[in-house]
């Protein structure tokens, strides 16, 4: 059988005792090789699935396992060794005053070899085409490219597992594409799960599998493809048609594409 890499166990959680449950009876799995989405409307639960894989949070009831480690108050610092977080705004996370140094920060801290810091500063810039930016200093650099070096200093220090939490919402459309493209090429490229976690359903498209979220529960676990067969479930639950697939809607209506497409 496949060893599941995160994994989820009839996980419910609230904020407090007098909160609402935000996640109820939440089980799902994550393959290590996997590029899973986690989509559902704005509190739906996303980010704290996100909180609760890195032992930021804990459930008060199930259990959630990564890497085969349970995660508790005991195991965190095992837990997030695996896991790299790159989060919306990518200001936020910047360290160092040149691209370089940012990089190197989180392998400094880490007491990394100084042949092996340069391999992995090199290795983790050139997966997400940044390596001719080594001087240049972060805050001048486009949207999508900060958010490349941000990802780039999370590859740096070897994650299994990278999630990116809404990590394209504060992006122009240049820059949501070129992080989509740079996920695609470092999940080719580098032997780890991704998970990203978004409101957009654009952003599923390219993913292994899609975990919808709904009023804190799994909704529907499918493919891309299928989740975009339930167009109007999914504007019930609040979530808007992709653009391809209105565009793909559009040029049936017209007559230029038959009805056979597979966002149709
Ligand atoms: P999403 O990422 O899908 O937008 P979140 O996981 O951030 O959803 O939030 C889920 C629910 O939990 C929302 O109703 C939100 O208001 C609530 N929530 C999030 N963070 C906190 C917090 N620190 N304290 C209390 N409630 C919170």
């Not at 060794?81 to 190197?104: E, L, S, W, Y």
């Not at 654009?202 to 979220?213: G, H, K, Q």
């Amino acid at each position: 059988m496949r060893e599941s890499f995160i994994e989820f166990r009839n996980v419910s959680f609230r904020y407090g005792e007098e909160q609402p449950w935000v996640l109820k009876d939440v089980s799902f799995v994550i393959y290590p090789d996997e590029w899973v989405a986690i989509i559902g409307h704005n509190g739906s639960g996303k980010s704290t699935i996100a909180k609760l894989i890195n032992g930021l949070l804990f459930p008060q009831e199930g259990e959630i396992f990564v890497d085969g480690v349970h995660v508790n108050q005991d195991s965190i610092w095992d837990v997030r060794k695996n896991v790299g977080m790159v989060f919306q705004n990518p200001d936020n996370q910047f360290v160092g005053t040149t691209v370089r140094d940012d990089v190197a920060f989180g392998l400094e801290n880490r007491g990394i070899p100084r042949q092996e810091m340069i391999d992995r500063i090199n290795t983790s810039l050139t997966a997400v085409a940044m390596n001719d930016y080594f001087l240049h200093e972060p805050h001048r650099l486009s949207g999508g490219q900060k958010q490349r070096v941000a990802i780039a200093s999370i590859l740096a220090i070897s994650p299994k597992v990278v999630i990116l939490d809404e990590a394209t919402a504060m992006l122009d459309p240049k820059g949501k594409l070129e992080i989509m493209r740079t996920i695609t090429e470092v999940q080719d490229k580098l032997d780890l799960a991704l998970v990203t976690i978004t409101h957009d359903l654009n952003e599923i498209t390219l993913a292994d599998r899609v975990i919808v979220m709904n009023e804190g529960q799994v909704w529907l676990e499918a493919t891309p493809r299928e989740v975009f067969t339930k167009k109007e479930e999914l504007r019930r639950i609040g979530l808007d048609t992709p653009f391809i697939s209105k565009l793909a809607d559009e040029l049936i209506s017209i007559g230029l594409v038959f009805n056979n497409h597979p966002l149709s």
